[in-house]
């Protein structure tokens, strides 16, 4: 069964801080790991990374995928209280494709 | 460009009463997917729809649930005779083609009292 699994489940640091987000993964057929950012509404669409070793970058955030060691790490620095959210990490399902299988998420808080 | 839109946001429903969700799914994305959120879980597949197509609805529980995406107009999920375990978050996504980035709605925040 695909499992994802993510760590730590909530995290609170000081602003400006550097954060790192756990995502673990077990997928019969990888095809991609995806990013989203959930604040009180819509989950966002961070990343998708497909590639091992292979960083994305947008602003403040990054991430990078191992497909050896099946996870993938979300970076976060100079981290700011608009950061604070749930951190959503998916892979699409080893039989379908589409249906994202989601981990339970990281809950951020970032204190002034 | 306007996202995913979903409404209502919130809906409270008695037990027995019948919930209708909707879903429009961005512009040029003809690709809708439903997830719910339970409280303390994550968010888990309900069910793929296309135009007039239901493609995969096996994450939908068996009875009560029913989702359609017509040719014309949102997609809607509908729950009949809801129950309070039906209380959940419900996310709508979207995405341009089979098998690319979904995009999510707002969600709409069920409570079933």
């Known amino acids: 069964e695909d499992k994802v699994v993510q760590s730590p489940l909530s995290l609170v640091v000081h602003e400006g801080d550097t954060v790192t987000l756990n995502c673990s993964y077990e997928?019969?057929?990888?095809?991609?790991l995806l990013w989203y950012k959930q604040e009180k509404k819509a989950p966002t669409f961070l990343f998708m990374l497909?590639?091992?070793?292979i960083e994305k970058k947008s602003g403040r955030l990054s991430s990078i995928l191992d497909k050896k060691e099946l996870f993938s790490i979300l970076n976060i620095t100079a981290t700011q209280t608009g950061d604070s959210a749930v951190y959503l990490c998916?892979?699409?399902?080893?039989?379908?494709?589409?249906?994202?299988?989601f981990g339970k998420g990281t809950s951020l808080l970032v204190t002034p | 460009n306007a996202g995913v839109m979903q409404n209502p946001r919130h809906l409270v429903r008695r037990r027995g009463q019948e919930a209708r969700l909707r879903c429009s799914p961005m512009?040029?994305?003809?690709?809708v997917y439903w997830y719910r959120q339970l409280p303390e879980e994550g968010l888990k597949f309900m069910v793929y729809?296309?135009?007039?197509?239901?493609?995969?609805e096996s994450g939908m529980p068996k009875e009560r649930f029913s989702a359609e995406f017509p040719k014309e107009g949102p997609s809607i999920l509908r729950i009949q005779q809801v129950v309070r375990g039906d209380s959940a978050a419900y996310f709508c996504?979207?995405?341009?083609?089979?098998?690319?980035?979904?995009?999510f709605g707002p969600g709409t925040r069920l409570l079933v009292l």
């Open positions: 497909t590639s091992s070793g």
């Open positions: 997928v019969t057929n990888f095809r991609s």
């Open positions: 512009k040029g994305h003809s690709h």
């Open positions: 998916a892979t699409p399902s080893g039989n379908s494709g589409y249906a994202l299988n």
């Open positions: 729809l296309q135009k007039e197509n239901i493609i995969d």
């Open positions: 996504a979207s995405s341009r083609s089979f098998q690319e980035t979904q995009y």
